[in-house]
């Protein structure tokens, strides 16, 4: 079945540092990748997203890029900044009978 | 934005009531979900439903119901809460596949608290 894996956290950095957190996944066909990031009391809100391999997604200075070859969605910010503090999630989703798949999360720390 | 609302955003009552989490989404989707997930913790699926009349359990087992009578609603209901229930409880839909890459839209969560 679909499975999604993702650094453990908390990752704690300083403002203005360089941010990746690792998702790997496992996925029958050809699913479409996201992340999505939570805040305190919040719903998840989508981050960004791919839908085929080789796709980067963007979004406030985020990136991803959907590798084929290693299963991988890694997301990357150059700068973070205390506001981006949040849970993010790694998720994968097909089409059909499929059920999104979700990572366990990790939570990011940014200090000034 | 997404278009998908959730009533109550914040409930406390108290040990035995019977409580309905209401959802409900403007897009069309067919597929429609319920997430329990305790503070920044992991999601666990408790419900879905890939279209009216149809409804599943998920992964995490649940003393919940579910319904789906009309493609917009999914209703969550409660016949006797406990504390035990206490959580947050998130509704998702995902679009049906390509072009649109079946994105998942959440709401934004009702805070159950069971005193």
């Known amino acids: 079945g679909n499975s999604v894996t993702q650094m453990e956290g908390p990752v704690t950095l300083s403002e203005e540092a360089f941010l990746t957190i690792n998702c790997t996944y496992t996925a029958t066909g050809y699913p479409s990748l996201f992340w999505y990031v939570q805040y305190p009391g919040e719903g998840l809100q989508l981050l960004l997203k791919a839908t085929k391999a080789d796709d980067k997604g963007s979004n406030k200075g985020f990136e991803a890029t959907y590798r084929k070859e290693t299963t991988s969605f890694h997301l990357e910010k150059g700068s973070v900044q205390v506001s981006d503090s949040a849970v993010y999630f790694c998720a994968l989703a097909s089409g059909g009978s499929y059920i999104p798949t979700f990572g366990r999360g990790t939570s990011l720390i940014v200090h000034p | 934005e997404a278009d998908i609302y959730q009533t109550p955003r914040y409930l406390v009552i108290g040990t035995g009531k019977k409580i309905t989490l209401e959802c409900s989404q403007t897009?069309?989707?067919?597929?429609m979900y319920w997430y329990q997930q305790d503070p920044g913790m992991e999601l666990h699926l408790i419900h879905y439903s890939y279209g009216v009349n149809s409804t599943e359990k998920g992964d995490l087992s649940s003393e919940s119901t579910v319904s789906r009578i009309r493609t917009e609603h999914f209703p969550l209901t409660l016949e006797s809460a406990r504390p035990s229930h206490t959580s947050q409880y998130l509704c998702?839909?995902?679009?049906?596949?390509?072009?649109?890459?079946?994105?998942?839209?959440f709401g934004e969560g009702s805070w159950l608290t069971v005193v």
């Open positions: 897009m069309g989707h067919d597929k």
């Open positions: 998702a839909s995902s679009e049906p596949g390509p072009p649109a890459g079946n994105t998942i839209y």
